[in-house]
């Protein structure tokens, strides 16, 4: 099997996962929100774009598609561990407007505050080196632009919640899409 069909069907696994996600896992008390629409159509648009440059590239190098085929890993390995970590309590999907009424520090938020939009991000990253397209870096700024707007969001419904302070603590000790050793170091006893 070539390097180009194994990326492919990496991708597609994460984007089936992702998807599944989306209509199964995330609650939406707001109903599919304007910004839900923009990840979905920017998903829809940089999915058949990643697709595409990972089929069409020609002589995928060794090091590249293993260094690819690791971070797709990743990327998914992260996101099932959130999805484990919240099975008994789902979250609200990106954008919505409710308040947050828990708070989860264990599993992958032990290292980082939003990994969901981590996993997501390792995925689009994955893209650009497997199909060697340096043009695919702008769907990667154009999500990671919109996850961080939507963490952003997030973390002022915390502001806002009786979870406040709690989430100001747990704010100081992660990173928030990727872990953050000197916070992590400085908040250990």
Request: charge should be positive; charged fraction near 15%.
């Amino acid at each position: 099997m070539s390097y180009q069909i194994i990326l492919a069907t990496m991708l597609g696994a994460c984007l089936a996962s992702f998807g599944w996600g989306m209509r199964s896992f995330f609650v939406q008390p707001s109903g599919y929100t304007a910004g839900m629409k923009v990840i979905a159509a920017c998903g829809y648009a940089f999915a058949a774009l990643h697709l595409a440059a990972i089929l069409l590239a020609r002589g995928v190098p060794r090091e590249r598609f293993w260094l690819a085929a690791f971070i797709y890993a990743a990327g998914l390995g992260l996101y099932w561990w959130a999805i484990a970590t919240n099975r008994k309590r789902h979250l609200s999907a990106a954008f919505s407007n409710d308040l947050p009424t828990h708070l989860v520090e264990d599993g992958p938020y032990r290292l980082v505050r939003h990994p969901f939009y981590g996993s997501y991000l390792l995925a689009w990253s994955a893209g650009v080196i497997g199909s060697g397209r340096l043009s695919l870096l702008t769907t990667v700024a154009v999500m990671l632009g919109i996850y961080l707007r939507a963490a952003y969001v997030e973390e002022q419904k915390f502001a806002c919640c009786a979870l406040a302070s709690e989430y100001e603590a747990f704010r100081r000790r992660t990173g928030m899409l990727i872990p953050n050793p000197w916070k992590m170091l400085a908040a250990r006893p």
